[in-house]
Protein backbone atom coordinates (compact mmCIF):
# COMPACT_ATOMS: atom_id res chain seq x y z
CA UNK A 1 0.00 0.00 0.00
CA UNK A 2 1.15 3.25 -0.96
CA UNK A 3 1.44 6.27 1.61
CA UNK A 4 0.89 8.91 -0.95
CA UNK A 5 -2.00 8.73 -3.17
CA UNK A 6 -2.33 12.23 -4.62
CA UNK A 7 -6.23 12.10 -4.07
CA UNK A 8 -5.37 15.31 -2.07
CA UNK A 9 -3.39 17.36 -4.39
CA UNK A 10 -6.22 19.80 -4.81
CA UNK A 11 -6.83 20.44 -1.36
CA UNK A 12 -9.89 17.73 -1.02
CA UNK A 13 -10.16 14.61 1.06
CA UNK A 14 -12.22 11.86 1.47
CA UNK A 15 -14.65 11.19 4.38
CA UNK A 16 -15.43 7.43 4.95
CA UNK A 17 -18.94 6.91 2.95
CA UNK A 18 -16.65 8.05 -0.31
CA UNK A 19 -17.90 11.98 -0.66
CA UNK A 20 -15.26 14.33 -1.23
CA UNK A 21 -14.63 17.46 0.76
CA UNK A 22 -12.27 20.63 1.49
CA UNK A 23 -9.62 20.15 3.25
CA UNK A 24 -10.70 23.27 4.87
CA UNK A 25 -14.25 21.54 6.24
CA UNK A 26 -15.10 22.40 9.45
CA UNK A 27 -15.55 18.57 9.95
CA UNK A 28 -11.76 17.46 8.97
CA UNK A 29 -10.81 20.33 10.92
CA UNK A 30 -12.73 19.01 13.71
CA UNK A 31 -11.31 15.38 13.57
CA UNK A 32 -8.07 16.92 12.85
CA UNK A 33 -7.84 18.07 16.26
CA UNK A 34 -8.54 15.02 17.26
CA UNK A 35 -5.74 13.62 15.22
CA UNK A 36 -3.61 16.20 17.08
CA UNK A 37 -4.56 14.87 20.28
CA UNK A 38 -4.18 11.63 19.50
CA UNK A 39 -0.46 12.40 18.70
CA UNK A 40 0.18 14.28 22.02
CA UNK A 41 -1.39 11.54 24.23
CA UNK A 42 1.48 9.51 22.29
CA UNK A 43 4.04 11.97 23.74
CA UNK A 44 2.50 11.58 26.59
CA UNK A 45 2.74 8.17 26.82
CA UNK A 46 6.26 7.78 25.49
CA UNK A 47 7.54 8.77 29.28
CA UNK A 48 4.71 8.08 31.20
CA UNK A 49 4.72 5.47 34.20
CA UNK A 50 3.03 1.94 33.60
CA UNK A 51 -0.55 3.07 35.14
CA UNK A 52 -0.83 6.38 33.22
CA UNK A 53 0.81 4.75 30.19
CA UNK A 54 -1.77 1.84 30.43
CA UNK A 55 -4.62 4.54 30.49
CA UNK A 56 -3.13 7.10 27.22
CA UNK A 57 -3.37 3.85 25.26
CA UNK A 58 -7.32 3.24 25.73
CA UNK A 59 -7.68 7.02 25.80
CA UNK A 60 -5.65 6.76 21.97
CA UNK A 61 -7.63 4.09 20.90
CA UNK A 62 -10.85 5.76 22.04
CA UNK A 63 -10.10 8.85 20.17
CA UNK A 64 -9.79 7.09 16.59
CA UNK A 65 -13.32 5.91 17.11
CA UNK A 66 -14.04 9.86 17.79
CA UNK A 67 -11.66 10.74 14.81
CA UNK A 68 -13.60 7.71 12.92
CA UNK A 69 -16.77 9.25 13.67
CA UNK A 70 -16.29 12.35 12.55
CA UNK A 71 -14.97 11.70 8.97
CA UNK A 72 -18.51 9.68 8.78
CA UNK A 73 -21.19 11.47 8.91
CA UNK A 74 -23.58 9.55 7.02
CA UNK A 75 -22.49 6.65 9.51
CA UNK A 76 -22.23 4.88 6.56
CA UNK A 77 -19.29 2.96 8.20
CA UNK A 78 -18.33 3.51 11.86
CA UNK A 79 -22.03 2.21 12.96
CA UNK A 80 -20.92 -0.97 11.63
CA UNK A 81 -17.78 -1.06 13.46
CA UNK A 82 -17.98 -2.03 17.55
CA UNK A 83 -14.25 -0.21 18.13
CA UNK A 84 -15.70 2.58 16.50
CA UNK A 85 -18.10 3.51 19.13
CA UNK A 86 -17.48 5.58 22.48
CA UNK A 87 -19.89 5.25 24.82
CA UNK A 88 -21.28 5.68 28.25
CA UNK A 89 -19.37 3.47 29.77
CA UNK A 90 -16.18 4.92 28.05
CA UNK A 91 -17.36 7.95 30.00
CA UNK A 92 -18.05 6.37 33.34
CA UNK A 93 -14.34 5.33 33.17
CA UNK A 94 -13.10 8.40 32.70
CA UNK A 95 -14.91 9.92 35.44
CA UNK A 96 -13.45 6.89 37.48
CA UNK A 97 -10.00 7.56 36.66
CA UNK A 98 -10.37 11.24 37.36
CA UNK A 99 -11.76 10.37 41.06
CA UNK A 100 -9.38 7.40 41.53
CA UNK A 101 -6.24 10.15 40.60
CA UNK A 102 -7.91 12.62 42.58
CA UNK A 103 -7.68 10.84 45.35
CA UNK A 104 -3.71 11.00 45.30
CA UNK A 105 -3.72 14.26 44.97
CA UNK A 106 -3.40 17.17 47.80
CA UNK A 107 -5.93 18.74 47.33
CA UNK A 108 -6.25 22.22 44.40
CA UNK A 109 -6.32 25.31 46.38
CA UNK A 110 -5.43 28.10 43.17
CA UNK A 111 -4.75 27.88 39.67
CA UNK A 112 -1.45 26.11 38.60
CA UNK A 113 1.04 26.78 35.85
CA UNK A 114 1.64 23.81 33.12
CA UNK A 115 4.66 22.39 33.32
CA UNK A 116 6.24 20.16 35.20
CA UNK A 117 7.94 16.32 34.02
CA UNK A 118 7.77 15.84 30.51
CA UNK A 119 4.75 13.21 30.60
CA UNK A 120 2.73 16.09 32.89
CA UNK A 121 3.97 19.30 30.38
CA UNK A 122 2.44 16.98 27.25
CA UNK A 123 -0.15 15.99 29.32
CA UNK A 124 -1.14 20.04 30.05
CA UNK A 125 -0.55 20.31 26.17
CA UNK A 126 -3.54 18.18 25.18
CA UNK A 127 -5.56 19.09 27.70
CA UNK A 128 -5.86 22.35 25.63
CA UNK A 129 -5.71 20.68 22.35
CA UNK A 130 -8.76 18.77 23.74
CA UNK A 131 -10.24 21.82 24.74
CA UNK A 132 -9.96 22.82 21.17
CA UNK A 133 -11.16 19.70 19.74
CA UNK A 134 -14.24 19.91 22.04
CA UNK A 135 -15.07 23.43 20.06
CA UNK A 136 -14.56 21.93 17.05
CA UNK A 137 -16.86 19.76 17.24
CA UNK A 138 -19.46 21.75 18.94
CA UNK A 139 -19.19 24.07 15.82
CA UNK A 140 -20.41 21.12 13.87
CA UNK A 141 -23.93 21.44 15.21
CA UNK A 142 -25.99 19.26 17.70
CA UNK A 143 -26.58 17.13 15.34
CA UNK A 144 -23.07 16.04 13.35
CA UNK A 145 -22.24 13.86 16.00
CA UNK A 146 -23.19 11.77 18.97
CA UNK A 147 -24.07 13.32 22.28
CA UNK A 148 -21.76 11.23 23.88
CA UNK A 149 -18.68 12.16 22.03
CA UNK A 150 -19.28 15.86 23.00
CA UNK A 151 -19.43 14.69 27.02
CA UNK A 152 -16.32 12.26 26.32
CA UNK A 153 -14.24 15.24 25.21
CA UNK A 154 -15.11 17.27 27.77
CA UNK A 155 -14.57 14.81 30.56
CA UNK A 156 -11.24 13.82 29.21
CA UNK A 157 -9.78 17.63 28.95
CA UNK A 158 -10.77 17.35 32.98
CA UNK A 159 -8.67 13.97 33.35
CA UNK A 160 -6.31 15.02 31.31
CA UNK A 161 -5.34 17.90 33.89
CA UNK A 162 -5.70 15.50 36.79
CA UNK A 163 -3.17 13.11 35.36
CA UNK A 164 -0.54 15.87 34.35
CA UNK A 165 -1.06 17.16 38.06
CA UNK A 166 -0.62 13.14 38.97
CA UNK A 167 2.84 12.79 36.61
CA UNK A 168 4.52 15.66 38.56
CA UNK A 169 2.94 14.59 42.00
CA UNK A 170 4.57 11.26 41.45
CA UNK A 171 7.62 12.13 40.03
CA UNK A 172 7.82 14.73 43.50
CA UNK A 173 7.84 17.67 41.28
CA UNK A 174 5.48 21.03 43.21
CA UNK A 175 3.23 22.67 41.17
CA UNK A 176 3.68 26.22 40.39
CA UNK A 177 0.75 28.16 41.76
CA UNK A 178 -0.54 31.28 39.52
Partial sequence: MKIYTKTGDSGETGLLGGARVSKA???????????????????????ADGALAAMLDRLQRQLFAIGARLADPA????????????????????????????????????FILAGGVPTAASLHVARTVCRRAERS??????????????????????????????????????????
Avoid at 25 to 47: C, F, H, I, K, Q
Fill in 25 to 47: APRVAAYGDVDELNAWLGVARST
Fill in 75 to 110: GAVANRVAKAAVSSEDIAQLEAWIDGLVEELPPLRR
Fill in 137 to 178: VVALGRDAVESDVLVYLNRLSDLLFVMARAANHRSGVAEAEW
